[in-house]
């Protein structure tokens, strides 16, 4: 029985550059060992005018882009190739690229994550405020705040009122607490409950104004369409009024 030998891609060189394919690398190789310089240069030129085909520039800067595709180039023959790249374009290593700057995340609360950080920026507001009937005020709002917070992620149980204090005095390191006689910190959700119910009433009557207004539109122009198409005889089109005469009696 005779023996097969397949060549499965797994057993073949790494592709670099998947975007590209084999082929493309392939060719760069062989480019490569080309002895003639002047030959070499322009197989090099017309592999990466293939690539450029492959991947459209499409929305892309084309400075940038050329960029790329001689620096994948070089690359993919381990800079190992002997040409002239065009002019203003630089072939450098992955190495000796200039890294962008990393972005530092914003710390976040670590304790009762559900309040959200605007809730951590309150609180540190409202300590270094001085003591009054303002800050009083002001520290109400928070705990009102707070617990429409936590009513968004809690709405199939209760929240009492002493669970939002205990937590401010936590989130506040002591420092904070609800004056003696404040009104119900559900003065907040049920302000935002019937700003929502105002807006929503205030969209159905616009969607209602802007529907009655489309089907006099349409009725207008339909009104104009219908006294085109049959006309009186006299200041309507003539050929309208003809398609539309009495056949005559023989």
């Known amino acids: 029985m005779n023996r097969v030998d397949i060549e499965y891609n797994t057993e073949k060189e790494f592709i670099r550059y998947p975007e590209y394919g084999r082929s493309i690398q392939e060719m760069l190789h062989y480019a490569k060992d080309i002895e003639d310089g002047h030959k070499r240069q322009k197989t090099v030129e017309s592999i990466i005018g293939l690539m450029q085909q492959l991947n ?48 530092e995340y914003p710390p976040t609360a670590a304790r009762f994550r559900h309040y959200g950080n605007g809730i951590q920026a309150l609180i540190q507001k409202a300590i270094a405020m001085p003591e009054g009937s303002k800050k009083e005020g002001f520290v ?54 019937k700003h929502d119910k105002e807006r929503g009433q205030q969209n159905q009557r616009n969607r209602g104004m802007n529907n009655k207004q489309n089907n006099n539109a349409n009725a207008n122009r339909n009104r104009k369409r219908g006294g085109g198409n049959y006309g009186n005889g006299s200041g309507g089109s003539s050929s309208s009024g003809n398609n539309f005469r009495k056949p005559r009696k023989k």
């Open 56 to 103: 459209p520039i499409g929305n892309r800067n084309m400075d940038d882009y050329r960029d790329k595709l001689w620096n994948h180039a070089f690359a993919i023959v381990n800079f190992e190739l002997d040409v002239t790249p065009p002019h203003g374009i630089t072939i450098r290593k992955e190495e000796e690229k200039d890294r962008p700057l990393v972005v």
């Open 140 to 193: 109400e709002v928070i705990a009102s705040y707070m617990k429409l917070a936590y009513k968004t992620w809690n709405k199939e149980h209760y929240v009492s009122d002493d669970v939002v204090k205990d937590d401010l005095e936590m989130l506040s390191d002591g420092l904070l607490e609800l004056h003696e006689g404040h009104s119900s910190l559900d003065t907040l959700a049920a302000g935002a409950s």
